[in-house]
């Protein structure tokens, strides 16, 4: 499972990709089934945005 957001400004990691990494080696983690990961995400501007799985 991952987690894919639209419209917002942020890190690729974090991006929903599984795997992926960032500029400071920050990976996308893989969820896997039974599992949990609690985003935390700094965002640039307020707005009204959507994501998938």
């Known amino acids: 499972t991952s987690v894919h957001w639209h419209g ?3 890190d690729s990691w974090a991006d929903g990709v599984p795997n992926w990494s960032s500029s400071d080696g ?5 969820i896997e089934p039974g599992e949990e990961f609690t985003y935390k995400l700094s965002l ?4 009204t945005f959507w994501y998938h799985s």
């Not at 920050?26 to 893989?30: A, D, E, T």
């Open 8 to 10: 917002l400004e942020i």
């Open 26 to 30: 920050r990976r996308s983690p893989v």
């Open 44 to 47: 640039m501007r307020p707005g």
